[in-house]
């Protein structure tokens, strides 16, 4: 559909009052959140990411860009949420310390809260402590840590192993997550579980609820 092209295109060129009218137009018509979200959004991400990397796009533009991709994701988080069932439990996300990318991190939340679940999130550049402090709060059985940085996702070894060496955060389930993550690399750090992306993640987190 010619609409999903030009609602990528919005976000590549950081039109973020394009992204959110053409996100509504969508909704109008009766389009499904993740349709909009894998035929518009993705794919106009993806093309900001490759633009970065050959340096055809620098911080300023993506970040307008990113804005441009929150503007629609406003839109349609409400309907995410809408579909989902009710009352599956709190998860907590956050993005690593030192790590301030939260597009992957806000689009997994929204994908649990339409999951059915209740999300606390931690925000961007989130030590242990912070980790921690917020499981033991909220009675938090399942945490998602997130990183887009090779020089971050060493962290989350640090946040798991503080996780554990604590008797009342020791049970909790750690799902991790983030572009340079493997599930080798999942399983390397002692991580409950990786997920490639948000739709996954969903699924991901109903068996580490125990839903399956
Ligand atoms: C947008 C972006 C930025 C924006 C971030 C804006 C924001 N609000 O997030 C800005 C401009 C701030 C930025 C800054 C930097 N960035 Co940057 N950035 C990107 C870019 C282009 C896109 C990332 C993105 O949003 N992707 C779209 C989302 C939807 O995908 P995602 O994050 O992977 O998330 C999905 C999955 O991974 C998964 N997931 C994510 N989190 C979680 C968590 C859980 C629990 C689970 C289960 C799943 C999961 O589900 C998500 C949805 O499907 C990537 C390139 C790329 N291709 O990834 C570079 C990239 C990540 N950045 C990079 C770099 C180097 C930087 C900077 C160091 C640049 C600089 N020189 O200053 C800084 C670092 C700032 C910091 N301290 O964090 C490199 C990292 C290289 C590396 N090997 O570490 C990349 C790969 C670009 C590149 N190829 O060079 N960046």
């Known amino acids: 559909m010619a609409k999903y092209q030009d609602l990528a295109n919005s976000i590549i060129r950081g039109d973020n009052i394009a992204s959110k009218e053409i996100a509504e137009k969508l909704v109008a018509d009766g389009v499904s959140a993740t349709e909009i979200l894998n035929n518009g959004l993705m794919p106009g991400m993806n093309v900001v990411g490759k633009k970065f990397k050959a340096n055809e796009m620098y911080i300023p533009e993506v970040l307008i860009a990113a804005r441009a991709m929150h503007a629609a994701m ?59 402090e917020t499981i033991k709060k909220n009675k938090i059985k399942v945490v998602g840590l997130s990183a887009l940085l090779t020089t971050t996702m060493p962290g989350m070894k640090d946040i798991i192993d503080a996780l554990k060496a604590d008797p009342e955060t020791a049970g909790t389930k750690v799902m991790v997550g983030g572009a340079p993550l493997t599930q080798e690399y999942a399983d390397s750090i002692g991580a409950d579980g990786y997920a490639p992306d948000s739709a996954s993640a969903v699924d991901l987190a109903d068996k580490l609820m125990g839903h399956i």
């Open 74 to 132: 406003d839109i349609i988080k409400p309907l995410l949420s809408e579909t989902g069932e009710e009352g599956k439990g709190s998860i907590a996300i956050g993005t690593v310390q030192g790590d301030l990318h939260d597009i992957g991190k806000n689009l997994v939340g929204m994908m649990l809260e339409g999951g059915g679940y209740d999300v606390v999130d931690l925000g961007v550049d989130i030590p242990a402590e912070k980790y921690i």
